[in-house]
């Protein structure tokens, strides 16, 4: 028999459970930001990564490989402790103004996970029959404006299930964030468990939690593609 | 319109294009045809520069191709492409494949250009199927609305690239039908095929091109008549009684 007696009730209700929620706010505060940001970044990086022009696709491939390459938490270290140390004291004057652990996390997420789904992004755009691009240039479409309308729309259909794998492992690499100190679900987590011993309810909790975001995003994914962007039927 | 002189192209050593001059004046229908491998398609796709020329001159619309200051997609837009394999956009509705460049190129708002594209539909034949996607539509249809694309944006100059290669036998007549009006309203078109047909019967001029050279330059009674090469001779019989 077990002697540890369970106590749902810590975590269910009353000031542990407000902490709880409270963290949860957060967590899905940080995911939704940093998904958005690095959804655009990652288009970005992905277009540039293919771009005519050699400094750019150069710069393109240096920022992949440099930010695919260093653990996470080394990079939200370098963004908290590290970055205003070389940034402009008014840039530094307004994040202090902000949440400044926030700012620091979603920026550290956001080019993380950028450098991922530009990746995807990249084979799903080199998936789409070179014709298509030649039917948008010989409409009179810039490069970009073919990348925009004609190319980036289909290659970002074909990327769907890899794009919700990042955006799974976002919300789940956002737990990081209470290393610096950002109040989210797995640091509330933590203080509940500081605060009553009652560690395996405590995360216990978070966990089901987290599982509940993963189930939440990859359905709101799905649905966007089967409705929003329509699947692309066999030509 | 449309003015080669002295153009020349390789594919790595391959000579596809062989000291090309030839004309097109505005109005004219003309059909380019000749054995594969002639290079009949590269020489339809330098002229909206899809391949840049090595030598020579190409001068579209007043526009000197490969010289400085030439805006290549502002060029592009007066010029209409029709594709072998339709290249329809799938992720979008037949409406939508029509409105995008004349909204996004040619600043139109939607309603005008959904308008507009609907009185190209109905010019195809194909006004129901303005909320059909590419894929649920047979080759001869989706190719009618590649061609509406291209007349979209208002076009000088269309031009084909074997528009019935790709398509079933009974579909090559709906498509022909649909550039034969378009010949017969005034368009000045350049239209690479094998159909003879389209050729005797449409086209004001019949290029006959092989190895990169154009061979033969003629109306089409004569040249259907009085081929004078001896690969244009041979050409004929293949194509008109491929039996034989």
């Known amino acids: 028999m077990l002697k540890y007696k369970f106590d749902w009730a810590v ?39 293919m771009s005519h022009v050699r400094p750019i696709r150069w710069f393109a491939h240096g920022y992949l490989e440099f930010f695919r390459n260093t653990p996470l938490l080394v990079q939200i270290f370098f963004w908290y402790f590290g970055s205003y140390k070389i940034l402009p004291q008014a840039v530094n004057d307004w994040m202090n103004r902000q949440n400044f652990e926030f700012a620091a996390a979603v920026v550290a997420l956001t080019i993380y996970t950028s450098a991922f789904i530009a990746e995807d992004i990249r084979s799903g755009v080199l998936s789409i029959p070179k014709e298509q691009m030649e039917a948008a240039r010989s409409s009179g479409f810039s490069y970009l404006g073919s990348m925009r309308y004609i190319i980036l729309p289909q290659a970002v259909r074909l990327t769907i299930p890899p794009l919700i794998n990042q955006f799974l492992n976002l919300a789940k690499n956002s737990s990081l964030a209470m290393t610096i100190g950002v109040a989210e679900l797995t ?19 978070a966990t089901l939690v987290y599982v509940v975001i993963s189930s939440v995003i990859t359905i709101l994914v799905n649905i966007y593609n089967k409705t929003v962007l329509r699947p692309m039927r066999a030509r | 319109m449309i003015r080669f002189e002295g153009v020349h192209k390789w594919f790595g050593k391959l000579h596809v294009l062989n000291n090309v001059n030839l004309q097109v004046k505005q109005g004219e229908v003309v059909v380019v045809c000749g054995p594969s491998g002639s290079g009949k398609s590269t020489l339809i796709r330098t002229i909206n520069e899809l391949e840049p020329i090595n030598e020579g ?27 072998q394999q339709f290249n329809l956009y799938p992720h979008l509705s037949v409406l939508k494949n029509i409105t995008l460049a004349p909204i996004k190129i040619r600043r139109l708002d939607r309603k005008e250009a959904a308008q507009q594209a609907m ?20 080759g001869g249809q989706q190719q009618r609305v590649a061609i509406a694309r291209a007349l979209a944006m208002k076009p000088k100059i269309m031009l084909f690239d074997e528009p019935t290669s790709a398509l079933d036998p009974e579909m090559i007549g709906e498509v022909l039908a649909v550039m034969k009006d378009l010949a017969e309203s005034g368009m000045t078109m350049m239209v690479v095929t094998h159909e003879m047909g389209f ?27 009085n081929p004078k090469h001896e690969r244009a001779q041979q050409f004929l019989r293949q194509v008109l009684s491929p039996m034989h």
């Not at chain 1, 009353?14 to 958005?36: H, R």
């Not at chain 1, 640091?187 to 909790?205: D, H, L, M, N, P």
């Not at chain 2, 526009?63 to 290549?72: E, K, P, Q, S, V």
């Not at chain 2, 004001?204 to 004569?222: M, Q």
């Open chain 1, 11 to 49: 975590v269910t209700s009353g000031k542990y459970f407000d902490w709880l929620a409270s963290g949860l706010y957060v967590t899905i505060q940080l995911s939704v930001v940093s998904v958005a940001l690095s959804f655009l970044l990652g288009l970005i990086i992905a277009v540039m990564r």
């Open chain 1, 187 to 205: 640091y509330q987590a933590r203080q509940v468990e500081s605060y009553t011993f009652k560690g395996f309810e405590a995360f216990t909790a």
């Open chain 2, 57 to 83: 001159r190409l001068i579209v619309d007043g526009m000197d191709l490969g010289g400085r200051g030439t805006d290549i997609n502002k060029l592009r837009a007066e010029i209409g492409f029709v594709f």
């Open chain 2, 119 to 138: 009185a190209l539909l109905e010019r195809v034949g194909l006004a129901e199927k303005r909320d059909a996607y590419p894929s649920q539509l047979s």
């Open chain 2, 199 to 225: 050729a005797r019967e449409v086209s004001h001029r019949i290029v006959f091109i092989d190895h990169g050279i154009i061979l033969e330059e003629a109306n089409p009674a004569e040249f259907f008549r």
